[in-house]
């Protein structure tokens, strides 16, 4: 399952906690495959997709209009 399905709405009821269990898990395994050689912009960028799929997720499931990117900055994904 890839993240665009993971976040997509007809999840808005699910467990937000359980979602950022599973995303991380995902991206372990992302880290784990791109770990070989250069890897400082693959992991920047796939440490951003994840982000912008949870913040959209957050403010579809609490009604939320925007980016979320002000309501759920970093520090509160992690």
């Known amino acids: 399952m890839v993240i665009s399905d993971k976040?997509?709405?007809r999840w808005e009821n699910g467990d937000a906690g359980k979602l950022?269990?599973?995303?991380?898990?995902?991206?372990?395994?992302?880290?784990?495959?791109?770990s070989m050689g250069l890897v400082r912009k693959g992991y920047?960028?796939?440490?951003?997709?994840?982000?912008?799929?949870l913040r959209q997720w957050?403010?579809?499931?609490h009604k939320q209009k925007g980016d979320g990117k002000a309501r759920y900055p970093d520090r509160y994904l992690h």
Do not use: I, Q
């Open 58 to 61: 957050l403010c579809r499931k």
């Open 44 to 53: 920047r960028a796939v440490e951003k997709y994840p982000k912008a799929w």
């Open 7 to 9: 976040t997509h709405c």
């Open 20 to 34: 950022v269990k599973d995303l991380n898990r995902m991206l372990v395994g992302w880290a784990n495959y791109f």
